[in-house]
């Protein structure tokens, strides 16, 4: 269940930028699907939460390294790349694929 919640989090950053008005409504859907009452002060309490996690969320992405990274070939020996090897490698984690 938290693997879906940080799913949801994560798709959720790459939504279209939204105004303050629809970020606010949203907040308080989800607020209220948790059975917080509109107008009290446990739902505003609920939507400040709410908010300060998607902030929290969206700096542990822009944090997080990039999944795929360009590599460039060089000779290990020489540590000059070869202009006759044409090799594409990415970078996905802690594997390197090339081709």
Request: hydrophobic content about 40%; glycine content about 4%; some cysteine.
């Amino acid at each position: 269940m938290k693997r879906f919640a940080i799913f949801l989090i994560a798709l959720s950053a790459c939504e279209a930028p939204q105004t303050q008005e629809e970020l606010t409504a949203k907040l308080q859907t989800a607020c209220t699907s948790y059975g917080f009452v509109p107008g009290t002060s446990e739902m505003a309490q609920c939507v400040q939460q709410e908010a300060a996690s998607r902030r929290a969320a969206a700096a542990t992405m822009a944090a997080a390294p990039p999944l795929l990274t360009p590599v460039n070939y060089t000779n290990q020996m020489t540590g000059v790349a070869n202009p006759r090897l044409q090799t594409t490698c990415q970078q996905i984690g802690t594997m390197t694929y090339c081709n």
